[in-house]
């Protein structure tokens, strides 16, 4: 049996200004950038007992992604001999969807999800050792010329970070 804490974070493409000190003058940082808010979204799943990860990008985050991402990581459990997951999330409209319970209602052979109490996302290692941690250490105070690019970094931050165990990322921005 493996535990996964699952949890979504948006990440924009306009850049986000975090307390930085100029040497010149005392000023804050200046970030130029043109304006652009595209964005996508990261499904990040942390592995338990293991510490490892998958994710995946998609344009937005809604019950046809979360599904996606659920077979993702049903692929990579029939790959270890895995027979159950125990999966962690919060109680995200696309989490709790029609479709989403339908879909957990015939794997329930394989996976079992356990709801954090609704406005807890203290309770979601996911929230502060991962989704913050992107944002300040990959997105703050930097523009990044287009989403690919972004993309990657994000990418390469995860990897070399956390490591991961899934190829098939799904870049469909």
């Given at each position: 049996m493996i535990i996964v804490f699952e949890d979504e974070t948006v990440i924009t493409q306009k850049p986000c200004v975090r307390k930085s000190m100029s040497f010149e003058g005392g000023e804050q940082q200046k970030i130029e950038h043109t304006g652009t808010r595209k964005k996508f979204s990261v499904y990040i799943s942390a592995l338990w007992p293991n510490q490892s990860l998958i994710y995946d990008f998609y344009d937005r985050m809604n019950s046809t992604n979360t599904i996606d991402h659920l077979e993702n990581i049903k692929t990579y459990i029939a790959k270890n001999c895995w027979k159950r997951l125990i999966i962690i999330w919060d109680n995200a409209?696309?989490?709790?969807?029609?479709?989403?319970?339908?879909?957990?209602?015939?794997?329930?052979?394989?996976?079992?999800?356990?709801?954090?109490?609704?406005?807890?996302?203290?309770?979601?290692?996911?929230?502060?050792?991962?989704?913050?941690?992107?944002?300040?250490?990959?997105?703050?105070?930097?523009?990044?010329?287009?989403?690919?690019?972004?993309?990657?970094?994000?990418?390469?931050?995860?990897?070399?970070r956390f490591g991961t165990w899934n190829n098939d990322r799904h870049y469909d921005t």
């Open positions: 409209s696309f989490h709790t969807s029609k479709m989403t319970n339908d879909y957990i209602k015939e794997q329930k052979h394989w996976l079992t999800v356990v709801y954090l109490p609704k406005k807890a996302p203290y309770l979601n290692p996911n929230e502060r050792k991962i989704n913050q941690q992107i944002k300040s250490d990959v997105c703050a105070n930097r523009f990044y010329t287009n989403i690919e690019e972004q993309k990657q970094a994000v990418s390469k931050y995860l990897d070399n």
